[in-house]
């Protein structure tokens, strides 16, 4: 059964920095690209970013800067590291797992919030 748990969401000032966590189990991590999401009320959901097995990494151009995605082939996990962050960043923080070779294996997880308020 594919997990994807996310942690480290909770309430911040703007300015401020979170850092959130996504563990995955019952997939070969190493073979995924891992990616945050987010989704804001009112509005799409949209990639915030996105790391491939290589390790190359691509952000939405709202937080190039600011954030930065990490994964730790030991600890089968992924980081987002968010920085100097704004009101806009209010979100929920999804957690996905995406097999390139292989669309259909496609894995979210169950998302964090962070809100942003002063």
């Known amino acids: 059964q594919v997990q994807l748990v996310e942690s480290g969401g909770g309430l911040v000032q703007p300015g401020g920095s979170l850092r959130l966590s996504c563990a995955a189990s019952?997939?070969?991590?190493?073979?995924?690209?891992m990616a945050w999401y987010r989704q804001a009320p009112g509005k799409e959901r949209e990639l915030v970013a996105a790391i491939t097995t290589g390790g190359s990494t691509n952000y939405a151009d709202s937080v190039e800067g600011r954030f930065t995605i990490s994964r730790d082939k030991a600890r089968n996990t992924v980081y987002l590291q968010m920085n100097s962050l704004k009101p806009e960043d209010t979100a929920v923080y999804y957690c996905?797992?995406?097999?390139?070779?292989?669309?259909?294996?496609?894995?979210w997880g169950q998302g964090t919030q962070v809100t942003l308020s002063s």
């Open positions: 019952g997939i070969i991590f190493s073979i995924y690209t």
């Open positions: 996905n797992a995406r097999q390139i070779l292989n669309p259909a294996l496609d894995y």
